[in-house]
């Protein structure tokens, strides 16, 4: 027992040390096992099953099984795109299933985070569900999908039960955000495929027992997902000016405040922060990366007189707002290229910024998976309003990167910097749930 205590002291000894100096901790594998848990997080395993876990990575639920759908076929059925419910008490998934004659069924799945209550509650012929956004209650579900015959994505909410489905809209692009009472939504969408974002419009969808789409007579500017203010009040979306330029524009809704709270410049990316004070936004232009620029925050503390700073955070390409909102995690371009005849592999860095202070903490380099690169960092925004990859403590943060042995890790990232990253799994599209 003297041992042990021992031990814990020389642990906190070492963590005031390192947090002084700025350097990293390695992790002790009885860190984890001691440290307080934090709701949970759900990933795609390398069978192409859905999981779940705490961060220690321990306590594996093994939420899907292949075999349960019956098949004789190996490798039949794959899950992919999992969301956390905002109670995180429930999950949402899609499952591919791959029938004797070689077609696929796509299908939307419930469960319990401990596997329990498994459920098929959406499926139509015609229609693959690519991403999941559960409404703000947890009771129903929306979810985004591709179409045999039509170019255009449609938007579909579907009851918990699975006892009913609507179709809310169609379009190429599309996306929504919705209003925190879970009653209507802001859809940013285009009826003409390939089109390009002259064609986009915005528009008001409430949603009862019919969905009623009302034009915004807005013009919008480059930017993908709108969004609400946490109180409901205003929703925030790009606009383009008479001069071909781009304003983040403030609106009441219900009511006629129309208020520019900042010009942009190129394509932008922008979320609220979950406690009403501020919104922080990307401003740049596409590369093959996906949009890349610097990281501004607007605080709206008052609300008539917005106030603008710029942050020391470049090469910005996703970020991520905490549960609290006093923080913002941020991936950006780390340094790649090519270096005394040797190609570097391409790299993002993670950090936090403290945005009272302003302060960063620098917290990793990692190598990004495929999975993360060409899901979540071109639609970043969007996630937003759907996922996080914050611990519901604001402690931690659940990353995916590929490692030493080029497989695709599930890493937990201490998120004041003071210990090294630990890989917890393996697998894609981690996400922690909300609580």
Not at 98 to 120: I, P, Q, W
Request: proline share 6%.
């Amino acid at each position: 027992m003297k041992t042990y205590i021992k031990y814990l002291i020389v642990i906190g000894a070492t963590i005031f040390l390192v947090g002084c100096q700025g350097l990293q901790m390695p992790q002790s594998p009885l860190l984890s096992v001691l440290e307080r848990k934090t709701g949970h997080i759900v990933y795609v395993g390398m069978d192409s099953n859905i999981y779940t876990m705490n961060q220690a990575g321990q306590d594996v639920v093994m939420v899907t099984d292949q075999s349960d759908l019956g098949s004789d076929l190996p490798d039949s059925a794959t899950y992919f795109y999992p969301a956390w419910s905002p109670d995180g008490d429930k999950l949402a998934f899609v499952g591919y299933r791959r029938g004797d004659d070689r077609s696929v069924e796509a299908s939307l799945y419930t469960a319990r985070y401990d596997g329990s209550d498994l459920s098929r509650v959406f499926s139509e012929p015609g229609k693959q569900p690519f991403y999941v956004y559960w409404m703000p209650d947890s009771s129903n579900i929306s979810l985004l999908s591709g179409v045999t015959g039509d170019d255009r994505f449609v938007m579909d909410v579907v009851s918990l039960d699975g006892s009913a489905s609507r179709e809310i809209g169609r379009g190429m692009p599309f996306y929504w955000a919705w209003a925190p009472d879970g009653e209507s939504l802001i859809a940013h969408k285009s009826s003409k495929p390939g089109s390009g974002s002259q064609s986009t419009s915005l528009s008001l969808v409430e949603v009862g027992n019919t969905a009623v789409d009302t034009s915004l007579n807005i013009r919008p500017s480059l930017f993908q997902s709108p969004v609400f203010s946490p109180d409901g009040k205003y929703f925030v979306a790009g606009i383009e000016n008479s001069a071909g330029g781009g304003k983040l524009m403030l609106v009441e809704w219900p009511g006629d405040r129309r208020q520019i709270i900042d010009d942009i410049a190129g394509q932008t990316a922008f979320d609220w922060s979950p406690d009403g004070e501020r919104i922080a936004y990307v401003s740049g232009s596409p590369t093959v990366y996906g949009m890349v620029g610097e990281l501004t925050l607007i605080d709206l503390a008052d609300i008539d007189n917005p106030v603008v700073s710029d942050t020391n955070a470049s090469g910005v390409i996703a970020f991520f707002w905490n549960n609290v909102g006093d923080k913002l995690a941020y991936f950006s371009i780390g340094s790649t290229g090519n270096s005394d005849g040797v190609t570097q592999e391409f790299t993002l860095d993670l950090s936090v910024l403290e945005v009272d202070s302003g302060d960063i903490i620098s917290l990793t380099s990692l190598r990004p998976t495929d999975a993360f690169m060409t899901q979540i960092v071109p639609h970043f925004d969007q996630y937003q309003r759907s996922s996080t990859i914050w611990s519901p403590n604001d402690r931690y943060l659940v990353i995916n990167s590929i490692t030493e042995d080029s497989g695709p890790g599930i890493f937990i990232i201490d998120a004041t910097g003071n210990l090294q990253p630990r890989l917890a799994n393996y697998g894609v599209m981690p996400f922690w749930s909300r609580e």
